[in-house]
Each structure stands twice: as structure tokens, then as C-alpha cells.
């Protein structure tokens, strides 16, 4: 089969390799829609998760079941479904300690363009079908079935993480598609302030029609002075990270009351280690708490997720801004996440 592989650290290319095998728990998935991630262009061209040879790229994908293991029981050939991009092996002691995404080790339930090839073949393996595979809703499109496979868990999850309560203000550092997922998910939570951090005016309009209240750039000064003064120099309940880099918790901490807490769904690309300010963290006994982390997977939360899109509580339609038809444009799509051209959310590729 064909895919579109990281070659190695810097240098991507189409290439043959075989199908992948189907296990007795397991099942093979024809992509019908695929969306490249800025989790791929931190992969290939800053060697964030080290050297890759050859490793089909991709985590973003819904699919037609081409083929199932002999012991999977509720997914047939022919039956279109959802993938999450973190498939956890859900009978491992990770999972049962309600770690899913860890099991196997550290981040081990992300398993595409990580462990194993990815999605951007013409075929790809998916472990634990039962677990990890969601039928999709005759309401919603291949491409919006896309969103809901990464951005969507994503940012929802950093709005778990966060803890945010109702009537609480909360800030968003980065308002990509993750952070317009996160805007959506706090605003369904129950706050009441959305202060956002971004520059690019599509994403501003987007945030907006997510519940976003306020704007402001990093281009215009320190994050945190700018937080204080649209408050009148009250501090914010809660953060979520969804952007930046290392040094973006030093204003999340600096804008933080104490018992809050930072919430971090952002993928640290690179850098050896995240800054944290000493005296607004109260000199490490604030009660600011910081958790990051990946989101869970699994068929249960496609489930959830996408009923709220079948169900018109959440238009996942409003992050795409644009749209390939064939295979061999999954290229493209993923030069554009590179790019970030100023009209771009995300691109999605339907697989003709």
C-alpha cells in the first residue's frame, strides 16, 4: 500500500509498504477522511518525539472497516466509524487505574505516527477495535467526523483538566483548533469569561461564535499584564494551555489565583524543561496546581463527543477552512499545518 511517511527528522515522501496485519482484537481501516495536526509538523521537523525512519505519518482520521479480527464483536466489514487518535490497550493496569492513554507506558496509548504507522495510508491498523472504534452518526459528515477524532477529545480534555466551574473566568493560551475546542468546552461547562489569547482574525471570529469574551495578542505585551488589566487586576480562576511553548506557564501561573489550576493539552515540541515562577507559584505552596495531559481515547468518549455533534450542541463544521479531494493531497493539507497560512483553522482531505 501506499502512504505518506517521516522519512526521517526533517524530510517526509510517499511510500510502499505493506498492509498491515489484522489480530484476532483488531481491524483494518480504509480512510474515507484524514486531517493532518501540528502534533505532525512538531514530529517530523523538530524531532519531538526523537528519529523516525520511514513511519507513516497521521493521527486524524474516520474510516471504512475493511477488515476484523476473529474475537471483535460490534464492528463488520462495511461499518464507517470514528478513530480516536489515542487508542489505549484497554485491558492494561494502566487503563484500570484510569490512565488509558498511559498504557504501555508514558503516552503509549498514542500509538499513530508514535509506535506504529499512522493514518495517512491507504490502510491502517487500529488495536483493540471494540475498545477504540465508534460507528458514525448518520448526521454527521466524514469531515466533521475528522475533527472529533483529535481537536475535539483534545480540548474538551483540557477543559477537564482545568476543573472549570460555573461562573468561573478562565483564560486560553492558543486558540488553534485545540483552543477552539477548549473555548467551546469551558463555555459548555459553565464559565463566564473567556479571555483568549491569539493573533490570527479567523480564529478570533471562531473563538467568538464559541463563547470567547475577550482578545488579546502576545504581540501587544507580557500575557499577564494584559490579563490584569481586562480584570481590573483580579486574577483567573482557571487556564488551559492549548498553544505556546515552555514559557507559556510563566504567565499562566503569574494570572492564576491560588486554588486554581493550569490546565495543559499543548505539545511541547521542544526545550528540556517547562519555567514556572517561583514567587507567584507562592514560592511552590500557592495551591496552583498545573496537570497536563493527553486525552483518554476510547469508544466511549467518540460516542459522547459525537452526540453532542449529532445532536447540534456542538458544530465541529466552523474549525475546517479547507477542503482536499483525493488521497494524494494529504501532502498539501499537512504543508498548509506547516505553513499556517493567516486563514487557516484546519484542513481536512476526503478520500475520494
Known sequence: MKGFAMLEIGKTGWIEKDRPVCGPLDAIVRPLALSPCTSDTHTVWEGALGQRH???????????????????????????????AITPDWHSLAA??????????????????????GVFGEYFHVNDADGNLALIPDEISVEEACMLSDMVPTGFHGVELADIQFGDTVLVIGIGPVGLMSVA????????????????????????????????????????????????????????????????????INCLKAGGCVGNVNYL???????????????????????GGLMPGGRLRLEKLASLVQHHKLDVSRLITHRFHGFEHVEDALMLMKQKPSNLIKPVVIVD
Request: charged share 25%.
Open 54 to 84: 520511514n513511519m507513516i505519518l497521521g493521527h486524524e482520521a474516520c474510516g471504512e472497516v475493511v477488515e476484523v479480527g476473529s474475537l471483535v464483536k460490534d464492528f463488520k466489514v462495511g461499518d464507517k466509524v470514528l478513530v480516536a
Open 96 to 117: 484500570q487505574d484510569g490512565y488509558p492513554m498511559h498504557s504501555g507506558g508514558m503516552l503509549a496509548g498514542w500509538k499513530f505516527s508514535n509506535f506504529k504507522d
Open 185 to 252: 468546552g469551558a463555555n459548555m461547562r459553565g464559565a463566564s469569561r473567556i479571555i483568549c489569547v491569539g493573533t490570527r482574525q479567523v480564529c478570533r471570529d471562531v473563538a467568538s461564535s464559541y463563547g470567547a469574551t475577550d482578545f488579546i495578542s502576545y504581540k501587544d505585551g507580557p500575557i499577564d499584564e494584559q490579563v490584569l488589566a481586562l480584570t481590573n487586576g483580579k486574577l483567573v480562576d482557571k487556564v488551559i494551555i492549548a498553544g505556546g511553548d515552555c514559557d507559556s506557564f510563566i504567565p499562566a
Open 269 to 291: 515540541g521542544d526545550g528540556d524543561y517547562v519555567k514556572i515562577p517561583r514567587v507567584t507559584w507562592g514560592v511552590g505552596m500557592g495551591h496552583k496546581k498545573i496537570v
